[in-house]
């Protein structure tokens, strides 16, 4: 069984499993933070709800997303379809390891949401945890989304913010810009998007981040009009 969901302000509608995994806020602000390209991968895409929102921000971008669940490639296809995406966004069903030989070349972005909880976090429904649970390979999926990409392109991805050390050793120590996701004023990020430029020589750049809710609970001003695909996250990494 599965639910219609609508993302930026209604703007993208995904149906998704009515149990198990559920793509959401972290899903919207990943696709928020992808700059502008000609083509883009998103491995692991679930049931498509990153890279429909991505398509709807850049109208002109290919975007291909790889899934390993059969049923979710089909059910992240008829979202392309019902969103009038289907010449510009595809779905298949593979490895993200292990790619099909059509996909094993460079984009221009790259995005991932990875699987990111550790050991004794399993969720007892079979598709969630399988959505959730990395089983120690952060650094892999990491590794092969940079594979992928382009020198000079970007790769891009959301991650639990007590990861961020552990995915910086996997990454190259230039071109990173890492900006935390506070769930409200003065409480620790739980979120992080992490931002990697292929090749670029510029410092490590610690970004001020997003505050997403304000003391009472409301979507401040910024994060809502992301939310609402109003504004796009700017990570800027430069090529040097």
């Not at 928020?32 to 692991?44: K, M, N």
């Not at 590794?143 to 020198?151: D, H």
């Amino acid at each position: 069984m599965s639910a219609s969901d609508r993302f930026l302000n209604g703007r993208v509608i995904v149906r998704q499993p009515e149990s198990g995994f559920r793509a959401g806020l972290d899903a919207v602000m990943l696709a928020a933070a992808v700059p502008d390209g000609a083509t883009a991968l998103e491995l692991g895409a679930g049931a498509g709800t990153a890279s429909l929102c991505l398509a709807a921000r850049l109208t002109s971008i290919t975007i291909t997303g790889i899934e390993i669940d059969r049923d979710l490639v089909q059910l992240a296809n008829d979202n392309a379809a019902a969103n009038f995406m289907q010449d510009r966004v595809r779905f298949a069903a593979a490895n993200a390891f292990a790619l099909p030989l059509e996909f094993k070349r460079e984009y221009d972005c790259v995005l991932i949401n990875p699987p990111f909880h550790g050991e004794g976090q399993a969720s007892p429904e079979p598709g969630r945890a399988r959505a959730l649970m990395d089983d120690g390979t952060l650094g892999d999926w990491l590794q092969a989304g940079l594979k992928r990409t382009v020198s000079g392109g970007t790769f891009t991805a959301i991650l639990r913010a007590d990861r961020l050390n552990e995915a910086l050793s996997a990454l190259p120590l230039a071109g990173v810009s890492v900006l935390p996701l506070w769930p409200k004023p003065r409480e620790s990020a739980k979120r992080v998007l992490i931002q990697l430029r292929k090749g670029s020589g510029a410092p490590f750049r610690l970004l001020p981040g997003l505050i997403l809710h304000d003391d009472s609970g409301t979507y401040t001003p910024d994060a809502d009009a992301i939310l609402r695909g109003q504004a796009a996250l700017a990570l800027g990494v430069p090529r040097l």
